[in-house]
C-alpha cells in the first residue's frame, strides 16, 4: 500500500499462497513455536495468576508491527499519520514507543524481510509487541504482499504470539483499522477486511492473547462522526491546502493528524481496559 494512494481489498483464493508446508513453518520458526505454547504460564502472561498479582506499573517498550496506517511518517508526508506515530501521546513517560510499522507490509511480507526478527532480537522480558496487519495481506493481486486468512492466522499464532512470548514479552493482537469505506444507503461504515478480523479474533481467542479491536472501534467512531466528518480523519486534502499535497488528495485508508491521533486515542482506551501492566501506564486525561 503506497503512502497515498487507496487501494481495492478483494477476497479470492489465491492459490500460490495457500498453505503452510511443514518446511514452511520450520523454517520461520524453528523452536519458538514449541517453545510458545506452554510459555504464558511459565511466563506470567496475562490471564495467568503471576500476572493477576503483578505490580500495576509496567516500564519498557512497546513495539508495533504493522502497515502504513500505523508507521510514523516524517515531516515531509505532513499532515499524513500513522495511529502508532501518535501512540506515545496516550502513555506515561514509563513506556517508550518503537514505532515498527511501514508501509506496504502484510503479515508474511514483514516476517520474510526480517523485519519481525529485529524486533525478536531486543525485545525483552516485559516489553510488549502489538500487530496489526490485514491492510495488505488482503491484495490478492499483489504476490509479494498476499496473505490468505488461513496463513494469516497462522503467522500471527506461531510467529507473532507465541514467538514472542518465548522471549518474555507480552503480544498484543489488533484488528485491522478501518478503511473509509460505507454503505451509502444506511450511511453506516462496512467492516474492513472481515475476513482477517475475524481470523485475528479467533488466534487472540485461542491463544489467550490480548485483543484491541480496533476494526470495531474505529468503525464505531466513525459512524458516530458520520460520512463527511470522516474526511478530517482521513487523508482528504484540498488542493493547496498543504504544501506536502500540492494538488490535494482523497485517500480512504491512511489518517491526517487528527485521524491518527483519534485511532491511538481508541488503541489506548482499549489497552487501558485490557487488565495489564501497560494498563496503568494509560494517561487517565485519555479514559
Not at 154 to 180: C, F, H, K, M
Not at 254 to 262: K, P, R
Request: aromatic content about 10%.
Amino acid at each position: 500500500m503506497s503512502p497515498t494512494t487507496p487501494r481495492s481489498h478483494p477476497f479470492s483464493a489465491f492459490s500460490a499462497f495457500s498453505a503452510f508446508s511443514a518446511d514452511r513453518r520450520r523454517f520461520l520458526l524453528g523452536t519458538t513455536a514449541a517453545l510458545g505454547a506452554g510459555a504464558a504460564t511459565a511466563l506470567g502472561l496475562p490471564g495467568t495468576a503471576s500476572a493477576a498479582s503483578a505490580a500495576s506499573a509496567a516500564t519498557g517498550t512497546l513495539y508495533i508491527a504493522s502497515d502504513s496506517t500505523a508507521q510514523t511518517y516524517n515531516s515531509g508526508y505532513y499532515p499524513q499519520a500513522g495511529w502508532g506515530q501518535t501512540l506515545p501521546g496516550f502513555f506515561s513517560s514509563n513506556i517508550t514507543v518503537a514505532n515498527r510499522a511501514i508501509g506496504g507490509r502484510s503479515s508474511r511480507s514483514f516476517i520474510e524481510q526480517g523485519r519481525l526478527a529485529s524486533i525478536h532480537q531486543v525485545i525483552k522480558p516485559g516489553d510488549y509487541l502489538f500487530v496489526q496487519f490485514g491492510h495488505n495481506d488482503a491484495t490478492v493481486g499483489n504476490a509479494e504482499r498476499y496473505t490468505p486468512p488461513a496463513d494469516y492466522k497462522e503467522y500471527l499464532r506461531n510467529d507473532y504470539i507465541r514467538a514472542t512470548r518465548a522471549r518474555g514479552a507480552t503480544p498484543v493482537v489488533v484488528t485491522p483499522v478501518s478503511r473509509r469505506s460505507y454503505n451509502a444507503s444506511t450511511g453506516q461504515f462496512n467492516v474492513s477486511f472481515p475476513a482477517y478480523v475475524d481470523a485475528a479474533k479467533a488466534v487472540a481467542a485461542e491463544e489467550g492473547a490480548p485483543l484491541v479491536d480496533l476494526s470495531a472501534l474505529s468503525r464505531a467512531y466513525l459512524n458516530g462522526i458520520g460520512i463527511e466528518a470522516s474526511k478530517n480523519v482521513f487523508l482528504w486534502l484540498n488542493p493547496g491546502q498543504y504544501p506536502n499535497f500540492p494538488n490535494g488528495v482523497s485517500d480512504d485508508t491512511h489518517f491526517q493528524q487528527n485521524g491518527a491521533t483519534q485511532m491511538s486515542r481508541l488503541v489506548a482506551q482499549a489497552v487501558a481496559r485490557l487488565g495489564l501492566p501497560l494498563s496503568g501506564e494509560v494517561k487517565p486525561a485519555t479514559l
